[in-house]
């Protein structure tokens, strides 16, 4: 167990390293987020002030520590209904990548988990198989479903702002890195947004041909 736990660290180490190079390289045209205008600018995620991205914190209190996050290199917690887990590594928990355009995020799968069907606004996604089998996959504004099933060292991009999903297939858990070119892409998981924002009941019911017991029974999920 030790080993294999060795051996999926160095693979991650690795292809993480690989997905940054690639995310971090000069894409003026596709950036999501604007340029920043100094070295950089630590953001300060207790602020209360509103600014497009999180105040600055001074320069002369900033330290390396402000440039390392660790939380990625711990599995989430994939005991609950969708048996996955999602940890982000936005400026809201790494306040080192304010306004540098960029974030990562850990995907944890246990057997048959799944991340369900979402959208990032602010940013396309980059994802690469550390472990497992998922199916992956994306629907364009014309309804055409992109899928495929990836594997260990595949790489799939799911393009800025279009519904995605990732499904574990494999007979064992599953791990995905997941780089994107905004510090705060932004999540809509779809369900959700759906069906526990509060939305007329009537609307729900025209959408999806769904009675009003049946759109009662499915907001009770959410």
Not at 33 to 55: H, K, M, R, W, Y
Not at 69 to 86: E, H, I, M, Q, R
Not at 180 to 209: D, H, R
Request: hydrophobic share 50%; glycine share 10%; net charge negative.
């Amino acid at each position: 167990m030790m080993a294999r736990n060795v051996l999926i660290s160095v693979r991650c180490i690795t292809m993480a390293f690989l997905l940054l190079q690639i995310a971090l390289s000069p894409m003026p045209a596709m950036a999501s987020d604007a340029d920043p205008e100094q070295d950089f600018c630590v953001g300060i995620v207790a602020s209360t002030t509103i600014v497009n991205g999180l105040v600055c914190k001074s320069p002369a209190t900033v330290t390396v520590n402000d440039f390392v996050f660790a939380g990625l290199a711990t599995a989430g917690n994939t005991a609950n209904g969708a048996g996955s887990a999602v940890t982000p590594a936005f400026a809201a928990q790494f306040p080192g990548l304010n306004t540098l355009g960029i974030s990562m995020a850990r995907l944890d799968f246990a057997v048959g988990g799944l991340v369900a069907p979402h959208t990032h606004p602010r940013a396309t996604e980059i994802l690469i198989v550390i472990e497992g089998s998922l199916l992956v996959g994306f629907v364009s504004t014309s309804q055409q479903l992109f899928a495929t099933t990836v594997n260990v060292g595949d790489v799939f991009v799911f393009p800025r702002g279009l519904l995605h999903f990732e499904l574990n297939v494999g007979t064992g858990p599953a791990l995905a890195i997941a780089a994107l070119n905004s510090q705060n892409p932004g999540v809509q998981a779809q369900p959700a947004a759906l069906f526990g924002s509060g939305i007329e009941s009537a609307v729900l019911e025209k959408a999806f041909g769904l009675t009003a017991a049946q759109v009662s029974q499915i907001e009770a999920n959410f």
